[in-house]
């Protein structure tokens, strides 16, 4: 399945950026600008939006992706992904049911646009709404929290039948003292000279003699 079998527009496919608290009351500003046009909501939580959305107005309806997928004759004029998959794959499957989409992209999901992105072989047309605005420095900060890696923590666990030291997670602490005490930075100063100074292979190989 490629974009260009979902019949969007680029114009027609959108990713309005949002602070993670603002996400519903921006899905609610939309739905609220679209009176006369049907919408779709797509959720993973439909018993939570249908506590603070006018589930009244017919226009309205949600769904999860699992009764999308199993309900192909569904059209609407607007699609609204409240959340985004864990499948790139899923998203295009959303797609099909619409000639607009749109993406509430909170603050902490951009690794989940990426994946989508690729798969689409284009970046998606990013619009801020007047009310929802997410400066630069938010996004930057925000995207730099969502992609760096957290490096496990280990606990000392006590010994195992033999008498070494067991820990929850491997990290530089696994060289602690048999009672789980950190080194101290004598001792991590002292490990690091004990391992050398490293040698580069290519600088000990010899000169070729030039061609006379």
Do not use: W
């Amino acid at each position: 399945m490629s974009s260009n079998t979902s019949g969007l527009k680029r114009h027609n496919h959108i990713v309005h950026p949002c602070k993670d608290d603002a996400k519903t009351a921006l899905l609610q500003h939309i739905i609220k600008q679209n009176p006369d046009q049907t919408i779709y909501v797509i959720t993973n939580d439909k018993e939570e939006l249908q506590k603070v959305l006018p589930m009244e107005q017919e226009n309205l309806s949600l769904y999860n992706d699992e009764e999308l997928q199993n309900s192909q004759e569904l059209q609407c004029d607007i699609l609204i992904s409240y959340e985004l998959p864990e499948s790139a794959q899923s998203y295009l499957q959303r797609i099909q049911h619409t000639t607009k989409a749109l993406i509430l992209l909170a603050e902490t999901e951009h690794k989940k646009l990426y994946p989508i992105e690729t798969l689409l072989k284009r970046a998606l047309k990013q619009e801020q709404i007047e009310g929802f605005e997410v400066t630069k420095e938010e996004a930057k900060k925000s995207s730099e929290k969502t992609f760096k890696k957290k490096k496990p923590t280990s606990k000392y666990l006590g010994k195992d039948e033999n008498g070494k030291a067991i820990f929850s997670a491997k990290s530089g602490e696994r060289n602690h003292r048999y009672d789980g005490t950190p080194k101290s930075d004598r001792e991590k100063v002292s490990s690091k000279r004990r391992k050398g100074k490293k040698i580069s292979i290519k600088a000990m190989k010899p000169k070729k003699e030039e061609e006379k």
